[in-house]
């Protein structure tokens, strides 16, 4: 019986190792061989065996084992899945080659209890002709479950019963022996020294906190000028979306030149000039109000970036009309010859989007071909592949079986072995009784040992706790006078006493905070002037923002005088190659999918979608004239000119 219970134990083992998202099943039973190199040749086979066997059928093994944890075992320990996973495969598999006589000497080399249990579970005809049957035939044919493993279990389960009830007999018998041999444990109680009461400490002071303000309700409330903002904010972005289309098309009226009964400009300066405070803090965010006062807000980052852009501007436009006086030429013709060639590189362009467009309907129908063809080849080598995989199931037949037959060869050579192992057993029984004794005589003299090394510390603790109190009642001093009106006297060079020390800090604050006033005022000076400069260029921007304006909408009226209506590109010699290919393609791809009667895919769709395909790419084309006209027209808004024309 320790024969089989090492065995199972081996096998127990290395199927724990086992992990099924890792390893492979033929890698891991190599493994295991190899690490079994010590052991007899017997023994090594019939572990091989069971763990062939357990990883071959682990699916139906899982599905008992896990039901048996569910139900019956619920005080089972999880460690012992495995073990029942073996006793299953060997109940099922086994049971015929081993013999019942071998099976039961294997079932009592384990815990009685646990396989009491789990035989009861297994073999009970409840289970076995309902669930398990079920369960066992979704994974393998009902026919094959019911011939091969059910009724072989079935005609089994008379002898397996009377198994179970020697297991409970056995079970019964050693309660009582484990009971008698038992010692209860006696507690007793430690020696523990008595400690001595502590004095108790005199309870210090508690310092005295200054009472702290409240915190105020405002911090958690949302303040009323934020809220203002935000409506403002809001109001603004409301009128500059309505004056939008507006603000380029219509002039300022400071702008304009002046006719009779008309107020001075200076007046409409001063309505565009924004009021400042007298005493600046920050750097101010000016505005700028259009005439039907919409304020655009600036900062001055902003304001100083478009004055030096249209300063820039103005510059240029005055070296070019100095230019023109000194008798250069007029860029004229060549702004005409540049919107020619806009114009032709315009339609190029339209023409190669459509070469583009045609290759890529020529590359769809090209790919439908391919298609077909590449169906056509993988039906040949699914043929192909199903033929080979046909003479691999033959052949893995032959060597199961072969394979089988060495195993029963190898159970037999067990079995002769097993004859001479009972003098072993008891031999071993000796040895292991011997160094028991040994054990627990080296046990006895180190506790002794360690008993006097604790007598030793103990008493050694003793005496530096002794000392220490003694140490603590001696008086000592605490507190010291301090003197601030007097002088350390370390010899070193500029001291003094703290009075002193606090004089001078006091002086030096003062001429800081005077620096710092002289700082303060020059600063509002340096932003006073900044803000007098920021206004005259305000007045700048307004001025040439107006001329942009008017420059802007004389464009766009040219833009529409002169849009012409979309040439027909169709004459292209490119197009209509690629047209012809595209037709060409796409009668020979039908061709083809009336040969092979396989359905094409969404990208190409068979004859039967023709009028839904034709409507899409009708559709595209269509869009794309439309785009075309818009481009020819010029749809798009006019946006601020790029530099200042002349006035």
């Not at 008379?158 to 009971?179: M, R, T």
């Not at 300022?252 to 008309?262: I, V």
């Not at 190029?348 to 045609?358: H, K, N, V």
């Not at 601030?484 to 060079?493: K, S």
């Amino acid at each position: 019986m320790a024969y089989y219970r090492k065995c199972v134990e081996l096998a127990v083992e290395q199927l724990d190792k086992f992990q099924p998202e890792k390893d492979h099943p033929e890698q891991f039973l190599e493994a295991v061989s190899a690490s079994l190199q010590a052991v007899s040749p017997q023994k090594q086979a019939f572990v091989l065996e069971l763990l062939s066997g357990c990883l071959e059928y682990q699916k139906l093994l899982t599905v008992v084992v896990d039901a048996f944890y569910v139900r019956a075992g619920r005080l089972c320990l999880w460690a012992d899945y495995s073990l029942f996973e073996v006793t299953c495969y060997l109940a099922t598999f086994q049971l015929e080659e081993l013999g019942f006589p071998l099976f039961c000497d294997i079932i009592r080399a384990q815990p009685v209890d646990k396989m009491r249990k789990f035989l009861g579970f297994f073999f009970n005809p409840v289970n076995l002709c309902s669930w398990i049957k079920d369960e066992w035939s979704l994974i393998y044919e009902t026919n094959y479950v019911k011939e091969n493993w059910i009724d072989p279990l079935m005609r089994w389960q008379p002898k397996v019963q009377e198994l179970i009830s020697q297991l409970e007999g056995v079970s019964a018998c050693q309660v009582p022996l484990l009971k008698s041999k038992a010692k209860a444990t006696e507690p007793k109680e430690f020696n523990l020294t008595v400690p001595r009461p502590r004095a108790i400490p005199v309870p210090e002071p508690v310092p005295s906190l200054a009472k702290m303000k409240a915190v105020p309700r405002s911090t958690y409330q949302v303040p009323k000028e934020q809220q203002q903002l935000e409506m403002i904010k809001r109001d603004n972005r409301r009128r500059a979306e309505e004056l939008l289309l507006k603000a380029n098309l219509e002039e300022l009226r400071c702008a304009m030149p002046r006719a009779r009964g008309e107020k001075p400009a200076q007046e409409c300066k001063k309505q565009l000039q924004p009021q400042i405070p007298p005493r600046i803090r920050k750097t101010p965010k000016l505005t700028f109000y259009m005439p039907d006062n919409a304020p655009v807000k600036l900062n001055t980052a902003a304001i100083l970036r478009e004055g030096a852009l249209y300063q820039r501007q103005v510059e240029r436009e005055l070296q070019r009309v100095d230019q023109l006086v000194d008798g250069a030429g007029d860029i004229s013709e060549f702004l005409e010859w540049q919107k020619q060639m806009l114009a032709k590189d315009r339609e190029e362009q339209l023409a190669a989007d459509e070469c583009r467009r045609l290759r890529g309907k020529l590359s769809q129908q090209e790919a439908v071909l391919a298609r077909h063809s590449h169906v056509q080849e993988n039906r040949q080598k699914a043929d192909q592949k199903k033929e080979e995989t046909a003479e691999l199931m033959r052949q893995c037949a032959a060597r199961r079986l072969q394979e089988e037959r060495s195993v029963r060869e190898l159970v037999q050579q067990v079995v002769e072995a097993q004859k001479n192992v009972k003098a072993a057993q008891a031999k071993l029984v000796q040895d292991r009784r011997q160094i028991v004794q040994e054990v627990a005589e080296e046990s006895r003299e180190l506790l002794q040992r360690t008993a006097e090394a604790a007598r030793e510390e103990q008493r050694r603790r003793w005496e530096l706790t002794s000392q220490r109190r003694a140490l603590e009642t001696q008086p000592t001093r605490k507190g010291k006078l301090v003197d601030l009106t007097q002088i350390p006297g370390y010899g070193l060079e500029g001291e003094m006493s703290v009075v002193e020390l606090r004089e001078r800090l006091a002086l030096l604050r003062e001429s800081q905070r005077r620096q710092e006033e002289e700082k303060r005022d020059q600063i509002i000076q340096g932003k006073r002037a900044r803000s007098q400069e920021l206004r005259t260029t305000l007045e700048q921007i307004s001025l040439c923002r107006a001329a942009m304006g008017r420059a802007a909408a004389l464009r766009w009226e040219e833009k529409k005088a002169q849009a012409a209506a979309p040439r027909d590109r169709s004459g292209d010699e490119r197009v209509q190659e690629l047209r012809r290919r595209v037709e060409e393609r796409a009668t020979e791809r039908r061709r083809q999918a009336a040969l092979l009667h396989v359905v094409a895919p969404r990208t190409a769709r068979p004859p039967a979608a023709g009028p839904a395909e034709a409507q899409h790419w009708q559709e595209l084309g269509r869009s794309r004239e439309r785009r075309l006209r818009a481009l020819q027209r010029g749809d798009a808004p006019p946006g601020p000119a790029p530099r200042l024309e002349a006035a």
